[in-house]
C-alpha cells in the first residue's frame, strides 16, 4: 500500500513522486505475497513460523486485515447519497452520540478505540442516522490519525448533505501510548472538528457540546 524507506521499490519511488490527486493507485500485492510477509515478522519476533500452532496464522492475518481496513473498498459519498426531505420541517441540530469505532493508528499500526459524536444542522434535507455511523466506519477502517479521521467525517457531510453546520467529536484511547512507547494508561486524545453555524456561532457550538454531555 505504502513504501517504506529503505525498502522502496522502483514503483514506490515513482509514485512519491507524483502529487497524490495524480498517483495511479499502487497495485494491491497478492495474498500469497501478504501472508509472506506476515511470516517474515513472524521470524522477526524470534518464533518459527513453521510451528505447527503458527502455520494458519499468516492466513488469519491476512483475514483479520481485510477487516481493519475494509474502509478502503467502500465510498462514503455514496453512503450519504441517499437523503430525505419529508421531515415535518425539522431544522435544528441531529446529533448521533457515543458512536463506537476501532480504528488503526497510521503511526504503528495499534489500534486506537474510542467513539464518535457527529452532529448536523440540516439545510432541507436530511439522512438515514446509520448513515452517520457508516461514513465513521469507512473512515476508522483505514490508517488513520485522529485528527485525520475527525476531519475527513466532518468534510464528507459537509460536502454531500451541504448542511447548515457539522460538528464531530472524537473521543479514544491509542494503544501505541499504552500498550508500549510512553505507557500512559487510561489517558484519552480528543479532537473536534466544526463547520458552518456550528464553527461561526457560539450558541451553536455550545449547544452541540452540551448534548455530547448528556445536558
Ligand atoms: N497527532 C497524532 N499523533 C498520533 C496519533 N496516533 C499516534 N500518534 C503519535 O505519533 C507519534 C509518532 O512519533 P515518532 O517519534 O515518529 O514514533 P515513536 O518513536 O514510535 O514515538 P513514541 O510513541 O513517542 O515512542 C507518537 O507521538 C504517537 O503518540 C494520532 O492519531 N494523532
Ligand atoms: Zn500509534
Redesign the pocket.
Known amino acids: 500500500m505504502v513504501e517504506r524507506s529503505g525498502s522502496k521499490s522502483a514503483e514506490a519511488t515513482v509514485h512519491a513522486l507524483v502529487p497524490p490527486g495524480e498517483r495511479t493507485p499502487l497495485k494491491r500485492p497478492t495474498r500469497e505475497e501478504a501472508e509472506a510477509a506476515v511470516r517474515t515478522l513472524i521470524a522477526w519476533t524470534g518464533d518459527d513460523p513453521l510451528r505447527e500452532g503458527l502455520l494458519e496464522t499468516p492466513k488469519r492475518v491476512t483475514k483479520a486485515f481485510q477487516e481493519f481496513y475494509r474502509g478502503y473498498d467502500d465510498d462514503p459519498v455514496e453512503v450519504l447519497s441517499r437523503t430525505f426531505e419529508d421531515v415535518g420541517g425539522y431544522d435544528d441540530i441531529v446529533l448521533l452520540r457515543d458512536v463506537p469505532f476501532n480504528s488503526h493508528?497510521?503511526?504503528?499500526m495499534?489500534p486506537?478505540i474510542g467513539k464518535a459524536h457527529v452532529a448536523y444542522l440540516p439545510s432541507g434535507r436530511v439522512v438515514g442516522l446509520s448513515k452517520l455511523a457508516r461514513v465513521v466506519e469507512i473512515y476508522a477502517r483505514r490508517l488513520?490519525?485522529?485528527?485525520?479521521?475527525t476531519a475527513q467525517v466532518a468534510a464528507t457531510i459537509d460536502e454531500v448533505l451541504k448542511p447548515r453546520g457539522v460538528a464531530v467529536m472524537i473521543e479514544?484511547e491509542?494503544m501505541?501510548?499504552t500498550l508500549?512507547?510512553?505507557q500512559k494508561n487510561g489517558s484519552s486524545?480528543v479532537?473536534t472538528m466544526f463547520t458552518g453555524e456550528f464553527r461561526d456561532d457560539r450558541d451553536q457550538k455550545r449547544r452541540f457540546l452540551e448534548l455530547v454531555n448528556g445536558r
Open positions: 493508528c497510521e503511526h504503528h495499534v486506537f488513520q490519525t485522529q485528527e485525520n479521521l479514544s491509542h501505541c501510548m508500549r512507547g510512553v486524545t479532537t
